[in-house]
């Protein structure tokens, strides 16, 4: 069936369900495989819950999530708070005012929860032409393991202005949430989404970009904490010459669920994708999920796309799933490519390392630090850097204990 794209209140309801495993053992039809070509719909009735059959959960530990299947009640599991950056603020979007919907399709059952829950979206709103050099720092608190929040969040950034906006979750909740991205022709935005929940906290987030013509996003994705933490992004480089880099940054500890399903799709003309994402995972049930899909489409003339995951495994009893998939309908393009690679340390470095008076237990410090500062360097924030790189070496001191 054709999944509906329209918002809840001008969708109208069917008995079908879009759920493909349920297409599998009801109809005997074959699943959907290709990411591009998953269904849509703002009714959370029409994916049903899953099974963990189904290929986009089937990594993932789908009866931690069941709470987050069905929509909240009192959605007062976080609370919101600017560190700076509030007067850009601009009045709540409920569904059906642009720019809420513009680029966002709920594909999955915790998603289309989220925009059923949350009647009113927070808008970031960055004006036409201006720099705004001090990041926008929204600080979501979690106020319980056993409380519930869905939220839809979208930031738009207005042509040829310049953002940095920072998501940090701390403390624990059961949240579903998407975040809705607008980069609009010549704009450069940059979202880093933290994730530093406590062990308890459970978190799904769909975050679903478009970029515009000459415009760049650059795209961070960070999860050092939270019992299961599922956030998937997905980026659409829509006009000519626009760029994406999707950057991500994970350390699961025993027990932990990480993971991120990426998705950059290049549409137009002369676009330039660069997707990274680095791992480290210790102690026993630690675990991380990364699915890359790159799609080139048949209009996307001139592209330059790569896509790498790198996961470094310390412990016994820790496991990450990497899998990159790359897709391209044009044979005019300057490049594309895709890596993977999971291990542990690298032998000849801590030789290296050794043989020069490093102690075993600092070579290896050395080693995951020189790993994982790659991303961090990145951001651009001293401050963050700071922050993230005192949290790996909180990490990195638990695993050499």
Known sequence: MAAST?????????????????????????PVQTRSERPHSFDPDDFGAPT??????????????????EV?????????????????V?????????????????????AAIAWQG?????????????????????????????????AHLVIEALEHSSATVVLQHTGAAQYSQNVEIIVRDGAKLTVISLQQWQDEAVHTSAHQARVDADA?????????????VRVNPSVELAGAGSEGYLYGLSYADAG?????????????????GDVLYKGALQGQGAHSVWIGDVLIGADANGTDSYEANRNLVLTEGARADSIPNLEIETGDILGAGHASATGRFDDEQLFYLQARGISEEEARRLVVLGFLTDIVQRL????????LLAAIETELAEVNA
């Open 6 to 30: 329209t918002a809840p209140s001008e969708a109208q309801h069917t008995n079908a369900h879009i759920d493909p495993a349920a297409q599998v053992s009801e109809a005997g039809f074959v």
């Open 52 to 69: 963990g059959r189904e290929v986009n959960w089937k990594h993932t530990p789908v009866a931690k999530l069941s709470p987050l299947f």
């Open 118 to 150: 949350s009647p009113e979206a927070l808008h970031i709103r960055i004006p036409r032409e201006e720099e705004v050099a001090e990041p926008v720092f929204i600080a979501i608190d979690g106020l319980g393991a056993d409380r519930r929040a869905d």
């Open 380 to 387: 651009g924030i001293p401050a963050l850097e700071a922050e």
């Open 72 to 88: 909240a009640g009192s959605g007062d599991g976080v609370s919101y708070s600017f560190g700076s950056g509030e007067q850009y």
């Open 216 to 228: 760049t996003l650059k795209h961070f994705v960070i999860s050092f904490g939270g019992g299961v």
């Open 90 to 110: 601009s009045a709540p979007l409920a569904a059906g005012d642009a720019p809420r919907g513009e680029v966002f399709l709920a594909e999955d059952i915790t």
């Open 256 to 272: 932990q669920h990480l993971e991120s399903q990426v998705f950059l799709h290049h549409k137009g003309p002369h676009t330039k």
